[in-house]
């Protein structure tokens, strides 16, 4: 594990001391259900063998400071200022620094605890989640700040709040209004498994995947295309979710069924329903997923990859001709389904593969790629692992 090593490394030129242990959080992929998390509805993630690590100690003096191997310069404030700094003078602090320091203000308050109770901390953190590839980086280097927070500072938070405490600093503290998949995954997550999120109740079921029994490996397809979550597509398919379930009279999108669609379609314009259409369906193909899965094994939920992607490209449109072509590539290359994956406008997709295809279908992707002018795309396959822990 490199990740663990370099944290190490970057503690010790930091301080020049040993840290106290070094703690990990995986980034994740979502194997169906995307942009249904904001809506109450359900999405199947896995977490990844990428892991975001952090080296931690204790200090003494009341200062938190955080260190990446990112960014050359390490970032310091007084745990006492946290209040004040988040949410309203964020932008004082460089962006990156705003996730971890944003969990600690995030943490102290969700276990009830006062700045003036706790010391400060130091924090290293080394990566090897690419950013903004869709795999949530964001989650992972969250999770890891929270495990370590939570043993240094003896906050006793579970798994779930520490999913909660990251979402809140990534909304709040960072300013990137998402959903609370990417943690819940990161937090919850099993070798070899999926967590079936509810995002109304946050009932988190554990999903076996049967991948590796079945022969099949996931290819993550990084088309390389930078998304932001914090700027325009994504605020914008936010509102029409909203608007939709205004006019339908419900809470959430959650809330209406494939059965209500033909009403929806009389009462909104056409985008608002096609945004409408996409996470309705989208619901339902998380629940079939689950179903198929079990009955049949994974070998057969590749339809329903392809009809998400489908769903997103057409009704949502947050594809971008990149990952339509990861996509076409794939499948005509032997792919049981591909689809794209994360909050669309660039990242990567995905494509599920028998194990002796791996190599071809990833060469015929690389080949569509150059054929199209693109630049070369990053693939790596991916598998299903635990979630945050102390290394
Ligand atoms: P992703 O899809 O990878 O989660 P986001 O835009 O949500 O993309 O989050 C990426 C941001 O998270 C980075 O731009 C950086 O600010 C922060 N980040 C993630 N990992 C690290 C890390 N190891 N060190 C410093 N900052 C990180
Ligand atoms: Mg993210």
């Given amino acids: 594990m490199t990740g663990h090593a370099d944290a190490r490394s970057l503690f010790e030129g930091l301080t020049g001391a040993q840290p106290a242990g070094t703690w990990s959080a995986p980034g994740r992929v979502n194997l169906i259900g995307e942009h249904t998390d904001y809506n109450d509805g359900f999405v199947l993630p896995f977490a990844i063998q990428h892991r975001t690590h952090v080296a931690a100690a204790l200090r003494e003096d009341g200062i938190i400071r955080v260190a990446s191997t990112f960014d050359a310069a390490a970032v310091e404030v007084a745990v006492a200022d946290l209040d004040t700094i988040f949410p309203e003078r964020r932008d004082e602090i460089v962006e990156w620094a705003r996730y971890p320091l944003g969990v600690a203000w995030a943490a102290l308050a969700a276990a009830g605890r006062d700045a003036a109770s706790v010391p400060g901390a130091d924090l290293a953190f080394a990566s090897d989640v690419p950013v903004g590839a869709g795999l949530s980086s964001s989650a992972a280097i969250e999770g890891a700040a929270a495990a370590a927070l939570d043993e240094l500072w003896d906050l006793d938070l579970d798994a779930v709040t520490r999913a909660r405490v990251g979402r809140t600093a990534e909304n709040e503290a960072v300013g990137a209004p998402t959903g609370i998949m990417d943690q819940m995954a990161s937090n919850l997550g099993r070798a070899d498994a999926a967590i079936f999120l509810d995002c109304r109740s946050l009932e988190a079921q554990v999903v076996d995947l049967g991948f590796a029994a079945a022969g ?32 339908m009279g419900v809470p959430a999108l959650r809330d209406v069924t494939v059965a209500d669609l033909p009403r929806a379609q009389e009462l909104m314009d056409d985008v608002t329903f096609r945004r409408v259409r996409h996470i309705v369906t989208e619901n339902q193909r998380v629940l079939d997923t689950i179903a198929v899965l079990h009955d049949q094994g994974p070998g057969a939920i590749g339809g329903l990859l392809v009809a998400s992607h489908v769903s997103m490209r057409d009704d949502f449109e947050i594809s971008v001709p990149e990952l339509d072509t990861a996509v076409e590539a794939a499948l005509a290359a032997g792919a049981v389904g591909a689809r794209m994956t994360g909050g669309g406008f660039g990242g990567a997709a995905i494509a599920l593969v028998a194990h002796d295809r791996v190599d071809h279908v990833a060469d015929a992707v690389a080949a569509a790629f150059a054929a199209a002018g693109f630049a070369p795309p990053t693939q790596f396959t991916v598998h299903p692992s635990d979630g945050a822990r102390r290394d």
């Fill in 216 to 247: 099949l490996e996931l290819l993550v397809m990084d088309t390389g295309v930078k998304h932001s979550h914090s700027t325009g597509g994504y605020r914008e398919r936010r509102e029409a979710c909203e608007r939709g379930a205004a006019i």
